[in-house]
């Protein structure tokens, strides 16, 4: 099974759930967190049990995790008391982050402190870490310009014939510590990068799910 942590009203995260459906991925939503089931081990994570569809798992049958979402918020616990939910969402989320970073299967991305799938940065924050791994930036970057857009997971790259690109792309994910980033370029220079790619062109998705069956927890 691939977990796709996202929530029930991401058609993003649905469509890629049911593009994976021959590689057994199924959605696990904010529903999924309030039902009862779970099983957190610290010492011994695979061997806990988690809900996913509606459908209590064993974690080792978790071959890999795809995260969606920056944050489950207090809107989408439609079960729980209003009193609770805001209570509950800070406990969910605190949950999520020691959950998705204590698995041994691959998860793109891990959790940070503040965002459960990868690091939250704003433009600027981006555009430091790039100085950082010799990136050149492009600061001027306009609407209607000729971008070129380059997808990272693990230690591949698609989107771009350009050598330079590609190694571009690879040295920010590097510093940003992601194994997923989605990163722009105009004129050989980079423009934009986000640790959460859309995931709607079919390669994009076939290079990611690539990466995941190219795991021992996958392909085992």
Request: charged fraction near 25%.
């Amino acid at each position: 099974m691939i977990a796709i942590v996202a929530s029930a009203f991401d058609s993003a995260a649905s469509a890629l759930a049911t593009a994976w459906s021959a590689a057994g991925a199924e959605l696990l939503s904010a529903d999924d967190l309030c039902r009862s089931g779970w099983s957190f081990r610290v010492g011994d994570p695979d061997g806990g049990r988690a809900v996913v569809s509606g459908s209590v798992v064993d974690v080792r049958d978790i071959r890999a995790v795809v995260t969606r979402r920056p944050a489950v918020i207090s809107d989408e616990l439609v079960a729980i008391d209003d009193a609770d939910r805001a209570y509950l969402t800070a406990e969910i989320n605190a949950f999520l982050v020691a959950w998705l970073s204590a698995l041994t299967c691959p998860v793109v991305n891990r959790p940070t402190t503040t965002c459960l799938c990868g690091p939250p940065w704003s433009d600027v924050h981006w555009q430091l870490a790039a100085s950082r791994a010799d990136v050149p930036w492009h600061t001027a970057a306009t609407d209607d310009a000729d971008t070129t857009d380059v997808l990272v997971c693990g230690t591949t790259t698609i989107g771009t014939p350009r050598r330079e690109e590609s190694e571009a792309a690879l040295r920010l994910a590097a510093e940003a510590g992601v194994t997923m980033l989605a990163a722009r370029f105009i004129d050989g220079k980079m423009c934009a990068a986000t640790a959460r790619p859309a995931l709607d062109d079919p390669q994009w998705r076939e290079l990611v799910l690539d990466h995941l069956r190219s795991s021992e927890r996958v392909t085992r």
